[in-house]
């Protein structure tokens, strides 16, 4: 991997040394090496090609008509767009559809981290009542009769018929493609010594991030996200208390999870973490999201509260939000520095979004050859 | 309970007389009487409300908009009133909906008899993929946010919140309510000893159906069913073969019921009782139906295969389908005497339909009542 102490030699060492020295007690920013493909799903041109059409079929949903791509749509940064996600007709999302991109490189899924790996979360999706709401059987047989799933499944998977438990392998697999192109980062380029790939702005907000404003604390590594936990006082999404669906999905997530009946009716605002430990102490916490791509990812925090970065930036300067217990401080930045910080952020994106076209779905068999 | 021969000395002897001596190996035709009450759901008027709403409430299914009553509209005879039924978004059903006038009689639910009571079909129904895919959590959830329902399961149920598996005791107390009104019937009229109750035809039609047809062999006692299992050779369903997603739901519904991977491949029509019991022997068997209430119960079969009841008649009288295994003969009746047998089969039926009207439903709490 290559990380900013190996390219010290090229770049301007007094600006690096200074952040360094500062945050020196976490892993520094860096380039993404290829994500970490496990052992049991390995990827192939062919799985990722059937994961791709299964990413977009609504076969694999309860009504046939919501896709994983229905809360992950490419121009909307692989997100919904929209602060908090529509979820399953007769429910209402309570959170921001958290965009794919780089989800490759996280270890756990969904906000409050409640799964370990893409397979998992996109069979959680699929069949939660939220999201999906479909029953794995039924989205199996709908797939038994594609005959160019038949044919595809067989291929990848060497099985006679398409297992549903498949189809989550190949769309991990296509998800693990969904990620940063350094080339196209200014950032990346900057570490790779290419010095005006960044504006000075973005070269300041870089400095600001590593030192003064101390982002780096929980943005670090690669992924530019330590993977743990935090409140940080994120205010209540705007939209939440127009529909009492809203409350009824949030309680009905509480009472999945099994947390005790006085949590669950007293819950008006999502507790993250704890819906997974069950501890007080987790209430609130949202694991920290990497900040790659975040020019293509608005809007912001885990319920969408936040409309730009600049607000984000704001957010953080001001010591985060009421209730936080992520030990925030106010950052007493200038406008100047402020805007240094927002030129940096949108310097760890690509110059273009990902945007991948939806592919063409197989047919289901027709009617003379199921006689067949 | 009253039948035939409490009332003999009452009506026509002679014509009682000669059919109750053909068939005396089974029970007579009689008036209904109350339908059996489990000890574990007793009726009380709160508990039919409650169970009306519910059953009229989308809530109770998984995209909120598929109540009971979507396949079991009193208009349409308590069914669909299409030959087949429509089933969840992104299904076909395969099968008729069953009415449910009546069902308060029944010793087992659903055309193949899979569950042995109102309760469970209900609770099959509601969360099965091909009618309500409703998730019983998500459910119970939208209901506990309804304070008019929090309010009436207490009363009701005594719980402190609504609970799901208490709604489908409830909606099982409202259809045991959906049953025959014997004052409304010409036939348990005539049964009376009111004598003009019946034309001459359907009087002549009786006596069709409990001796030269042997109707009664399989249409006997008060509810005109044996509720035993019969393949009667019934043919599919025209519209069976025009959308692929019939054949998916129906190979998902023998999947489901875990029979051998070479049934459900080939099952191209629907196996009946074979679903249950897996034997062979069993593959076309439905439970035999009750004639009351047909006058409002059309299409007719399991799959809606027949329109009227002169259809039904003649398919008797040509001795059942292709493949009956139920012992069929052809008939032989003319066509007065076919005339006469739907006369009595019309007599059968109340002479208006039991129409009950939609309910109005509780509303979900407002934002503010949720922070109370």
């Keep these: 991997m290559k990380t900013l102490s190996a390219i010290l030699t090229g770049a301007s060492a007094l600006a690096f040394a200074t952040f360094a020295l500062a945050q020196d007690d976490v892993p520094p920013l860096a380039t993404l090496s290829p994500p970490p493909i496990?052992?049991?799903?390995?990827?192939?041109?062919?799985?990722?090609?059937?994961?791709?059409?299964?990413f977009w079929d609504g076969r694999l949903s309860g009504n046939g008509s919501m896709p994983c791509s229905a809360c992950h749509l490419p121009d909307a940064g692989w997100g919904t767009g929209s602060p908090i996600s529509f979820g399953y007709p007769g429910t209402q999302h309570w959170r921001?559809?958290?965009?794919?991109?780089?989800?490759?490189?996280?270890?756990?899924?969904?906000?409050?981290?409640?799964?370990?790996?893409?397979?998992?979360?996109a069979k959680g999706a699929a069949g939660g009542a939220v999201a999906g709401n479909g029953d794995g059987s039924m989205m199996e047989m709908r797939l038994r009769f594609v005959p160019d799933y038949v044919r595809d499944f067989k291929k990848v998977f060497g099985t006679e018929w398409p297992q549903v438990a498949h189809a989550w392998d190949a769309i991990a697999a296509y998800e693990r493609t969904i990620v940063t192109d350094a080339s196209k980062v200014p950032f990346d380029r900057y570490l790779a010594g290419e010095e005006s790939a960044m504006t000075e702005s973005a070269v300041r907000g870089m400095e600001i991030f590593n030192g003064e404003a101390g982002c780096i604390s929980c943005h670090n590594g690669a992924l530019v996200s330590?993977?743990?936990?935090?409140?940080i006082g994120v205010?209540?999404?705007?939209?939440?208390?127009?529909?009492?669906?809203?409350q009824i999905t949030l309680r009905w997530e509480l009472y999945q999870k099994g947390v005790p009946e006085d949590v669950y009716r007293n819950g008006d605002n999502d507790l993250g973490l704890y819906h997974v430990t069950k501890q007080p102490k987790d209430k609130g916490k949202f694991r920290t999201p990497s900040l790659r791509e975040l020019r293509w990812t608005e809007?912001?925090?885990?319920?969408?509260?936040?409309?730009?970065?600049?607000?984000?930036?704001a957010f953080y300067n001001g010591g985060g939000g009421e209730g936080q217990t992520a030990g925030l401080q106010p950052l007493g930045l200038n406008e100047a520095q402020q805007a240094d910080l927002v030129a940096f952020l949108e310097a760890l994106s690509m110059d273009e979004p990902l945007l991948l076209d939806e592919p063409e779905l197989p047919e289901t068999a027709t009617w003379s050859e199921f006689q067949q």
Tied chains: 1, 2.
């Design 299 to 313: 809007p912001y925090m885990h319920n969408g509260a936040l409309s730009d970065l600049a607000d984000v930036v």
């Design 96 to 121: 921001n559809s958290q965009t794919i991109l780089n989800s490759a490189y996280y270890n756990k899924g969904f906000w409050e981290g409640s799964v370990t790996s893409l397979e998992s979360q």
């Design 235 to 246: 205010p209540p999404a705007a939209e939440f208390s127009e529909d009492p669906l809203y």
């Design 38 to 54: 496990p052992d049991d799903n390995r990827m192939t041109p062919e799985k990722i090609a059937l994961g791709e059409q299964l």
């Design 226 to 231: 330590d993977q743990r936990f935090y409140n």
